[in-house]
């Protein structure tokens, strides 16, 4: 027995081990899985700088700027990381323990202030909670520059606040700085399209914007956007740290957004290009292609095809004239590939628009060619294709309209039936009156020439083999039927518009302003009616048809043309959103003149 106890002995501590492990993991093992503890929610704190915040006589060479924070980081968007004024080269970075370096490719010029901007660049390690931003102000001379200036940029159609924007300070007021040289000062815009330019000299400058696309802090007409102050500008606020301008906010914190000051407002707009040529062809189909223009307004001589007589060849301009649509009037199989001669005024090498001949090659789209077998054939290969477009809430003032795939040789609309219905069951024949598009020659409108009427159904039908098209298909047959709306709940609202003293576009959006509602172009005072709206909010837009082309024009920045001013209508309270309740007829009076003043 004492035996077996000395033998076991040895063993007890390996046992007593054992047990508390065991003990352990049991304890451990709950219905309740173990609690991290809370989620951290807290971002990222900077803890030191090097160089600290308004250091003077920074080394121009080598320069590296090093910011600490209270925890391991990192960089989620590098183009966040934004020296002002640029160099030629974004900055580079790396991670060094709970922080970032910062270097340049380039050395940073002599006697400036500069500020290192990282409004969302960095995020911590572990739940990626923003740093909300932060600016780094140092200078290679003795002395910090001091003014600022705020200001927002909005998109020039839609007047919504545009984020990302690069907006620029030139101190050259030659037209082509900025073109050619990068800014004396540039920031991007937050969320709200508001931007501070901070840190800067106390002079004149010129004031821009851009959507910088290539991040090269130059402006690129044929691919970007731009905006620009028609005046030159001094600042006139001198930066103190509490100022709202500065500070860096939740953008969600709405009123802490909006109290920062604006002075200045950009809107920002895409120029027409201002070098003429063909970009882009494409044969779509047997007997029908289009060509694109880099410019608007593109000026033909003469078009022809090679073996295809002219008068066999219907073309037509979009509004704007830098995409035209092609088609050949004939029946007959046509060629794997059509050879087109089209003489315009084209760019030179120097700039200048002269007379230029270019030869397009159109070969048939595969897909025409894979068809051999009856199951590739679809029925637009077969039938004069169209639609009919008619929508209760707005059949008022677009009617019925009908587009076809492809031009008409044969167009007998008087064969079309138009009738109603009246709520006792009784039918009739209506009146109308067909408008062809003038921008669209595939395209017409059946207006009814009688007043439509609630509890009515309308009826327009299309026979069967009238119409034909230019490869020599009819129509199928197509009745569309329609009435206005009859919900009791609807609303509409009158907008009563005076002193009117040139051409405008009048839209009716959506409460996000991402879809037209409904359109007029007015010239004198009147009054417009936007009946059958559900309850929600509106917004009303009205643009200064200038050149009264009925085309929102716009701006060229050489000639320092802004593009044709646009204005949401402001309510007394300061909003630009219409509350329209159930069943209400609101009206509105609009004195358009002191709105564009």
């Known amino acids: 027995m004492r035996n077996k106890l000395s033998y076991l002995i040895p063993g007890i501590p390996v046992i007593l081990t054992l047990a508390m492990v065991m003990f352990s993991y049991s304890c451990a093992n709950t219905t309740t899985p173990p609690s991290g503890g809370p989620k951290d929610t807290i971002p990222p704190v900077v803890v030191k700088l090097k160089p600290e915040q308004g250091t003077v006589n920074v080394p121009v060479k080598k320069t590296k700027l090093e910011i600490v924070f209270n925890e391991y980081v990192v960089v989620k968007d590098p183009k966040s990381i934004f020296l002002s004024p640029p160099l030629e080269k974004m900055p580079k970075f790396k991670i060094k323990g709970k922080g970032i370096v910062v270097s340049f490719e380039s050395d940073l010029d002599s006697n400036k202030t500069y500020t290192l901007d990282l409004t969302n660049a960095i995020v911590d390690n572990n739940e990626g909670n923003v740093f909300p931003g932060f600016t780094l102000v140092f200078s290679t001379g003795e002395s910090i520059d001091s003014m600022l200036v705020s200001g927002t940029v909005q998109d020039c159609n839609t007047l919504q606040p545009v984020k990302g924007a690069t907006v620029m300070l030139y101190k050259d007021q030659a037209d082509s700085a900025i073109f050619l040289k990068r800014p004396d000062a540039a920031v991007k815009t937050d969320e709200w399209g508001f931007f501070c330019l901070r840190n800067i000299q106390d002079t004149i400058y010129r004031l821009y914007a851009v959507m910088d696309e290539n991040n090269d802090n130059m402006y690129n007409p044929e691919t970007e956007s731009v905006a620009f102050l028609d005046t030159l500008i001094r600042p006139v606020v001198k930066l103190n740290d509490s100022l709202p301008e500065i500070q860096k906010y939740d953008m969600k914190d709405t009123a802490l957004c909006l109290a920062r000051k604006s002075e200045y407002e950009l809107n920002l707009f895409k120029e027409k290009p201002s070098k003429q040529m063909i970009v882009n062809k494409e044969r779509i189909g047997e007997r029908t292609a ?308």
């Open 290 to 597: 289009y060509i694109t223009f880099m410019a608007p307004y593109a000026k033909i001589d003469s078009l022809w095809f090679k073996g295809i007589s002219h008068d066999k060849v219907i073309t037509q301009f979009n509004l704007q004239q830098d995409s035209l649509e092609i088609w050949i009037n004939d029946p007959k199989p046509q060629p794997d590939t059509l050879f087109m001669y089209v003489n315009y005024l084209k760019t030179d090498t120097l700039g200048m628009l002269n007379p230029f001949t270019e030869e397009i090659k159109f070969a048939k789209p595969r897909k025409s060619l894979a068809k051999t077998s009856k199951k590739d054939i679809k029925k637009e290969d077969t039938t004069a294709v169209f639609t009919i477009d008619a929508k209760p809430e707005n059949i008022e003032q677009y009617g019925f309209v009908l587009e076809f795939k492809y031009p008409l040789v044969t167009a007998p609309f008087d064969s079309l039936r138009f009738t109603s219905i009246n709520p006792r069951q009784q039918e009739s024949v209506g009146k109308f009156k067909i408008i062809q598009d003038s921008l669209n020659l595939r395209k017409y409108t059946l207006m009814p020439l009688e007043k439509l009427q609630s509890g009515y159904e309308y009826i327009l039908k299309v026979p069967h083999r009238k119409f034909v098209d230019i490869n020599g298909f009819y129509n199928d047959s197509l009745e569309v039927k329609v009435s206005l709306p009859k919900d009791d709940n609807l609303s509409s609202i009158t907008l009563a518009l005076s002193n009117v003293k040139n051409k405008y576009i009048v839209d009716l959006l959506t409460e996000k302003r991402d879809k037209v509602l409904r359109s007029f172009i007015i010239d004198s005072d009147t009054s417009l009616l936007f009946p059958y709206l559900k309850a929600g909010k509106y917004s009303i837009r009205l643009t200064e048809d200038i050149n009264r082309n009925g085309l929102v024009d716009t701006g060229i920045l050489l000639e320092h043309k802004q593009p044709e001013k646009v204005l949401f209508y402001k309510l007394k309270d300061g909003t630009f959103l219409i509350d329209i309740p159930e069943k209400t007829d609101l009206e509105q009076t609009i004195d358009v003149e002191e709105m564009f003043r």
